[in-house]
């Protein structure tokens, strides 16, 4: 079975603080997604990559970065935390190619901003 | 755009059905069915392909008007297992790999 492992369930900051979030994926999957989940809003993309140092902005990019040095390690970083990033945060990796891939969730991480 | 699930939540009794729909405004390649259980990882239920495409599984199954730009989920003879949240993300652009998620349908499946 596909392990997508977020480093923390519950994570609490500092307005202003540099925030990291870590998900690693032990499937060597070549897609790897940043989720932003809020009540009634769904889960909405905050970047994407689809290789080692390759990324695209998801739907919600303002506030965050992305760093991908390694094929099973996403990171999210909040530059400069803010009270409106307050959320859970839910990572995913999925297989390239043909077709359409299922997406393999990690547990996710309870962010919250002081 | 986020496409539109409705309703957004329903309360059923064990044993009954349920139909959960998502609405796209723009055309769809694939639609993906995942569910989500309070404080878990959402879980992939199902992908749908090809206009007209149904898929089962267990009771649970999915169809895709493709014209309609629409699927709907439906699940038969509800068991408790099946509580949770639903969500359906949408694959507009063919090999894109980026899904847009709908805000979810809460399921409460009560004895």
């Known amino acids: 079975d596909v392990k997508v492992t977020q480093s923390s369930r519950y994570l609490v900051k500092r307005t202003g603080e540099k925030v990291f979030l870590e998900c690693v994926q032990d499937m060597d999957h070549e897609n790897m997604f940043w989720y932003r989940q809020d009540p009634g809003l769904g889960l909405r993309l905050i970047y994407f990559?689809?290789?080692?140092?390759?990324?695209e902005k998801g739907d919600i990019p303002e506030g965050y970065s992305v760093s991908r040095e390694k094929k099973e390690r996403f990171s999210l970083i909040l530059e400069s935390a803010s009270t409106n990033q307050t959320s859970m945060y839910l990572c995913a990796s999925s297989l390239s190619g043909a077709g359409s891939r299922p997406q393999h969730f990690g547990d996710g991480t309870r962010l919250s901003i002081l | 755009q986020q496409p539109v699930q409705s309703p957004q939540a329903v309360i059923l009794r064990e044993g009954e059905d349920a139909v959960i729909n998502c609405s796209s405004s723009?055309?769809?390649?694939?639609v993906h069915w995942y569910r989500q259980k309070h404080g878990e990882a959402p879980i992939f239920l199902m992908i749908l392909l090809k206009g007209g495409e149904q898929k089962g599984h267990d009771k649970i199954s999915a169809s895709f008007n493709e014209k309609k730009q629409q699927s709907s989920l439906y699940l038969t003879a509800s068991q408790l297992s099946y509580s949770g949240t639903y969500f359906c993300?949408?694959?507009?652009?063919?090999?894109?790999?980026?899904?847009?998620f709908g805000q979810g349908t809460r399921l409460t499946i009560n004895p």
């Open positions: 723009k055309a769809l390649y694939s």
């Open positions: 993300g949408t694959e507009i652009i063919q090999g894109a790999q980026k899904l847009v």
């Open positions: 990559s689809y290789d080692v140092k390759m990324k």
